[in-house]
């Protein structure tokens, strides 16, 4: 594909040749540059993403056989396992996700910028990240061992356990610092740095996404760490607020608990359909179809969002009232994430397609991401809820959310990006192959728990009965091939970011600003910081001319 | 369906528009009538889904009048069913074709009672009360399950609802077994010990009944050692106040308290049981 190179003063170096005041590793954990905040994230997220696929498979590997099936791994070993897999998931990979990463590597390029609003502060959200992280390791290895609550720690159970859980809590409570201060961040960078000319409907739909993202991040967060820090005050000194032996309420703990994490979970998928919108546009060689339509329907999911949040607890004692208004509120959050559905489909309509990788990923995406939100309306529908909550089937509908959602659009991001971090390619043909078996290992492994769901198999489950057997088998051994994949893919990459061939500027014929400054960027992206005209993919329309004028 | 749609029309576009096929784009916008048509059209769907899901939740939230009350209390990690008259199992029987209502309640942390095959469940939370209903229409046994997270044996916090004949029902119901010196062994049972005690020497949660009684064993009282004589005296005291010795190796705070729940002739029976379980 044809690529437009804008040419930089040469002697600039780029981000990942310029050392700064310090030398070495310090060169990057003392960086305030956003880029390399961006590949920061990057390695420890993808480091504790490796951790959490490793227990999901001791998880899926115990689940064999009905009955103990690892010698030696007992029932409370596969509690604090599932416990830390979903903390880690949740805290460490998900909820930092794509703003983490590719938020911080790409959005102040899209938007013009030299670096986000305040550079010390994004590196101070690092360290939060990591000396959060670092407590719950410590969980994992003083006391009695990592918590075993499950990552929703409900009380009671998690005000009894004698696991570590006050430990687990306070790093979660300081992780959500991170995600506060990143969405500070962000707003301020959105609202007050945007190139000259470039309006809000003149934004590349990525950075949409971000702010509506951001949002989420600064109004909800609080509420968790409130909840979380009335949990460690009870364990602590038996406050009585959750703990119904002191006329506490552990439904008020529930309530406060999803408050946060229901629009969490727009915190983890908003910023991946943002990529999906950048990556559909690029290889179908044209404009988004129905740009405002994508943009506030993010706004619309930040908001109702918020919204929703009793459809967690269905099945406890609530009023009549409560339920008819949740259930339909949950029904109508469903609407905004169809219509960005029906969207990308029409913007492949009489598009010139080149199905690369990262398409591949993104549209991988949206037939994973339908088949989440199409159980999730399921699970919204009051009567079927009460059938298949707290059952397989809610996990393989977050699975298919959260991995086939946000996993999948991560790596699309990563496949897209990539050659833009690091100015190196990837073996693209690696990626389709890759890519084949995490498709049919992710189904395999997933769809059969929607199955095992709906035959009635709780979660949470160390043993299971005999004749749920056969769909955890096929289910483990999906499992196998998905990792199988995803080891290929991380051999593509750590190969590829050292001795891939070198990539130009624009190696996809993207329009967004990302793309006009050189493989791997200059330490301030900018030389000049550019003026914007039209609307946020005009780009494609000089494209169109000039491929029609070579005809 | 609808995912059938997009996945087909996705890949239409695919192929139809591939690079080779159509090298020129057509950069269409946008189209407003397009975007009002599939918002308005999942809407309508959806409320439709909302009103069917929320007009089966309803029913089975009115209970009929003649419905057959039964307590459920749910503990770490076993059932007990009480009836209106006293008799008490760990298992629920139930006659055929009369509605039965479910009144729970758990003792310690949140439970969920789960019956899969009625495809109904409800969270017993301490403190609160809640309720649900079912009618058994077939004479079969279904399993009953835990749906909430409540600890080490969450998976095995298991028991069954057994649909019986009305007039099987009736015989069953009014045997009310009474409490001798021979009782124990039915007592540890119902009463939800061996979820978290073995009669045969093996290890669970807590130790094992089998061969304790008349030994020396060592015990924490407030973390001191102590090493005391296993009498009837202390298998009261174990489960009046489980807390006031805590057996060595094992965890505190487990082993629910018994006051209140065992009469004193039961907790007898119980201690006559364990002394016998050579
Ligand atoms: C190879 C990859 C993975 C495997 C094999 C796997 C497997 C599993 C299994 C078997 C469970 C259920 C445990 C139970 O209920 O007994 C589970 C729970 C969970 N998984 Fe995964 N998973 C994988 C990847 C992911 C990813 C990528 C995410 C998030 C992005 C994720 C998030 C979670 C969460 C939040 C839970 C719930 C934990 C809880 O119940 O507290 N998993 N996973
Ligand atoms: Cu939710
Ligand atoms: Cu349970």
Redo the contacts between chains.
Sequence with gaps: MASTVVTHTPAVLNYLEEKGRHAGILSWVLSTDHKRIGLLYMYTMFAFFGVGVLMGLILRLELLTPGPTIPGFT??MY?AVFTLHGVIMIFLFVIPGLPAIFGNFCMPIMIGARDVAFPRLNLLSWYCFIVGAGIAVLALFTGQGFP???WTF?V??SL???TNVTLGMLGAFIIGWSSILTGLNFLVTIHRMRAPGMGWFQMPLFVWALYATAWIQVIATPVVGITLALVMLERAIDVGIFN??LGG???LFQHMFWIYSHPAVYIMILPAMGAISEIIPTF????I?????IALSSLSIASVGYLVWAHHMF???MS?AA??VF??LT??V??PS??K???W??T????????RSPLLFA?SF??LF??GG?TG?AN????????I???YFIVGHFHYVMFGGTGFGLFAALHYWFPKMYGRMYNERLAWYYWALMFVGFNMLYFSMLILGM??N????????PRFQTWHVVSTVGSWILVAGLLMMAYNFIRSARRGAPAPANPWGGVTLEWTVPSPPPVENFHEIPRWEG?AYHG??KL?RR??EA? | MVLLGITAAMLFFVWRYRLKRNPLASNIEGNAMMEIVWTALPTALVMVMFWYGWAGYQSSRSVPPDAMPVKVTARMWSWMFEYANGKVHHELFVPLDKPVKLILASQDVNHSLYIPAVRIKQDCIPGRESYLWFRPTKLETYDIQCAEFCGTEHSNMLSKVRVVSASDFETWYNTIEPVDENSGERLVQIYGCLSCHTTDGGKKVGPSFKGIYGERQTVLVRRREMNIDVDDEYLLESMREPNAKIVKGYPPNQMPSQEGILSDEQMTAIVKYIQELK
């Design positions: 029932a409370n509690n075993d609550t499950g409900y009671p159970y009894r356990t004698g119904p032996a309420d552990p439904i179908a060689g044209r404009t179809f129905g740009y405002k339509a099945t406890t004692p009549l339920l008819f259930s339909l029904f109508f469903a609407i169809g219509v559905v029906f969207n489909v029409a492949l309509y009489k598009g010139s397609i080149d199905l549209l949206i037939f339908s088949i199409l309306l919204g529908a009051l009567g079927p809820n009460l059938h909550h707290d059952t035959e009635g709780p979660r949470r489950y160390y043993d299971y009965l609307s494609f329309e169109q491929r029609s005809q």
